[in-house]
């Protein structure tokens, strides 16, 4: 991914709560959006439409665009139009396929871009990057933060139950990029950005340390929270560190050998998981993080182990010695510990015999 432009992440606005998109319009409205109400709007599948028609009376002047998926020809697409058109701001409406198609687009057409999430499954509905699908696999690209978010509980509630607690292993996984980003540190003399490192630190903590579950509004805000922190972090660090290490590089590598295996949260709870296994038994540290996060995957219902999402151990093994590559030049406990075959298999069918079940 290429490196980020380092901007001041402070969004104009974040609201978190039920109805909250019935204000969505007040917030257009402000003049640091668009000055004369020319919105565009971008909707996915799912709700997206339901909730254009909702604030459209509230704009002076909008045109809905559907978005095809989240892919690099259809935020290209997108932007085009977006150009060609005398649009002042950009609402993406969605889940994160759709947020991520709307931020690349808006990136390409020089406008700010307001997300409206309509799930929590990842870090993405804030973050200054873009996970896009192309014809050789899925590229994570860099994009300007989106200049204000809305989440309204309402409408996190009516998406799958499976979607929202993913978002849970997303932010669990910080735990496991900000001690990579460290041990980067230590090792490499890698530059460390504290604030972002505390930013994404904080919102790992805020989750994981929440006794209620998603059913609750007091979970969902935090988890919402949570996500807009990781993505203000990796905005302040002008990279993803704050938020991807080793787990993200496991995460990677079973998208690209084992496509459609589970979601993005999933996949990054399960990596900052073993991650915590591989410090545990080699370093001697982290055993009581690696209890915590199992934990607390357990806890929302969440997969644990490669089984949990129809991986054998061989095929989990492969990919965490493929998950380097996907992330050249960044330091992790994986690069750190260089392991073979043998011995990555052996750390696999350890962690599964401790936790599986």
């Not at 606005?13 to 668009?34: F, K, N, P, Q």
């Not at 002076?60 to 150009?83: K, M, N, Y």
């Not at 989106?146 to 139950?161: E, S």
């Not at 607390?296 to 590559?325: M, S």
Request: charged residues 20%; hydrophobic residues 40%; contains cysteine.
């Amino acid at each position: 991914m290429p490196l980020l432009t380092r901007m001041l992440p402070a969004p104009l606005s974040i609201d978190v709560r039920r109805g909250a998109i019935a204000h969505l319009g007040e917030l257009l409205a402000d003049r640091r959006i668009a000055t004369e109400g020319r919105v565009a709007i971008a909707v996915g599948p799912g709700q997206g439409d339901q909730i254009a028609e909702h604030i459209r009376p509230s704009l002076q002047a909008c045109e809905v665009f559907h978005v095809d998926g989240g892919t690099v020809d259809a935020a290209v697409e997108l932007g085009s139009r977006l150009r060609s058109g005398s649009y002042e701001a950009v609402v993406g409406i969605g889940g994160g396929r759709t947020i991520d198609a709307t931020k690349y687009a808006a990136t390409l057409a020089g406008m700010p871009m307001v997300s409206v999430a309509t799930n929590l499954s990842h870090d993405g509905i804030c973050s200054p990057t873009a996970s896009l699908e192309h014809e050789k696999g899925k590229n994570t690209f860099g994009v300007t933060m989106p200049l204000a978010m809305v989440v309204d509980l309402d409408y996190v509630r009516a998406a799958p139950d499976r979607l929202v607690r993913a978002g849970v292993g997303d932010v669990l996984s910080n735990f496991s990029a900000v001690d990579d980003w460290l041990l980067a540190g230590r090792e490499q003399g890698d530059p460390i950005d504290r604030l972002a490192l505390t930013l994404s630190r904080t919102a790992a903590e805020a989750l994981i340390y929440q006794p209620r579950s998603i059913e609750s509004d007091e979970f969902l805000t935090v988890l919402a929270e949570g996500l807009v922190l990781s993505g203000m972090a990796m905005s302040f660090a002008g990279s993803s560190r704050p938020s991807s290490g080793g787990d993200h590089e496991i995460l990677h590598a079973i998208d690209q050998l084992f496509p459609g295996t589970a979601n993005h949260g999933e996949l990054a709870g399960i990596g900052a998981a073993f991650c915590y296994h591989l410090r545990a038994t080699h370093l001697g540290e982290g055993a009581e993080r690696l209890k915590q996060i199992v934990a607390c995957l357990d806890r929302h219902g969440l997969p644990k182990t490669p089984q949990d999402i129809g991986l054998t151990e061989e095929q989990f093994a492969e990919a965490v010695l493929y998950a380097p590559q996907t992330r050249p030049g960044r330091y992790t406990i994986l690069e750190h510990l260089g392991l073979d075959e043998g011995a990555v298999l052996k750390a696999v069918r350890e962690y599964v015999g401790t936790f599986a079940g």
